[in-house]
């Protein structure tokens, strides 16, 4: 399976444990993003990677929150501190690098990581 | 400001066409996305649109957009109980950057 991949695939923590995702892009591609999706909700942005530097962060992604992609591969997701509210599937996506005015880079999303706070 | 809207819920007879709807905020998206998501799956890109396109076949599906009025659509021809799922609408600036997802509809088919 040459897909992005995420683990584990559901986590159960209690409120306040630290808690750690890890998303496999696929191989060739130089773009990693984490999104958030609550019930009854879309997924909502986090943060995106270009290669190991991380580009751009939402508001969603308090000080708990921390994300990297050290080698530029896969990447991880750490909440520290876990409340109820971040109960919720963690998204990841990837994409390739294509230039030109009319290029188009579909992102790719794995099977997400389910989490539940007691 | 980001702001995708649409309806939460279409409930629609098997056979039938299957039309969902979407407002946008950000006349400066590039794309417009329709994804599919269907219970314990990932998400599935369905089908998109370029800003300068008004509308997109692919094979049942039609995308229809309204860009002075910021609408976008859905049609599913000869809804199947396969198309039973939550689709989102989602609007992206460039291909490089964060996708902003509406809420999702969620399909019901009745035989």
């Known amino acids: 399976d040459t897909g992005v991949s995420q683990n584990p695939r559901h986590k159960i923590t209690k409120r306040g444990q630290n808690v750690t995702f890890r998303c496999d892009p696929i191989?060739?591609?130089?773009?990693l993003y984490w999104y958030r999706q609550t019930l009854g909700q879309g997924p909502e942005f986090l943060t995106y990677f270009q290669n190991e530097a991380q580009l751009e962060k939402s508001r969603l992604l308090s000080d708990r929150f921390s994300a990297e992609r050290p080698k530029g591969s896969f990447s991880t997701l750490e909440i520290q501190r876990t409340e109820q509210g971040d109960s919720a599937m963690y998204l990841c996506?990837?994409?390739?690098?294509?230039?030109?005015?009319?290029?188009?880079?579909?992102?790719?999303f794995g099977p997400g990581t389910r989490l539940t706070v007691l | 400001g980001e702001d995708v809207e649409q309806s939460l819920f279409l409930s629609v007879r098997e056979g039938d066409s299957s039309v969902i709807n979407c407002t946008y905020t950000?006349?400066?998206?590039?794309?417009l996305y329709w994804y599919k998501q269907e219970p314990g799956a990932g998400l599935q890109l369905l089908t998109y649109?370029?800003?300068?396109?008004d509308m997109k076949q692919d094979q049942r599906l039609t995308v229809l957009l309204n860009k002075k009025d910021k609408h976008l659509s859905l049609r599913i021809a000869d809804t199947q109980t396969g198309d039973s799922a939550i689709y989102f609408c989602a609007e992206v600036y460039s291909s490089a950057s964060k996708i902003i997802f509406g809420s999702g509809t969620r399909l019901s088919i009745r035989p």
């Open positions: 950000d006349s400066s998206s590039t794309y």
């Open positions: 996506a990837s994409s390739a690098e294509f230039s030109g005015a009319s290029s188009y880079n579909e992102q790719f």
């Open positions: 191989s060739e591609h130089n773009r």
């Open positions: 649109i370029f800003s300068n396109m």
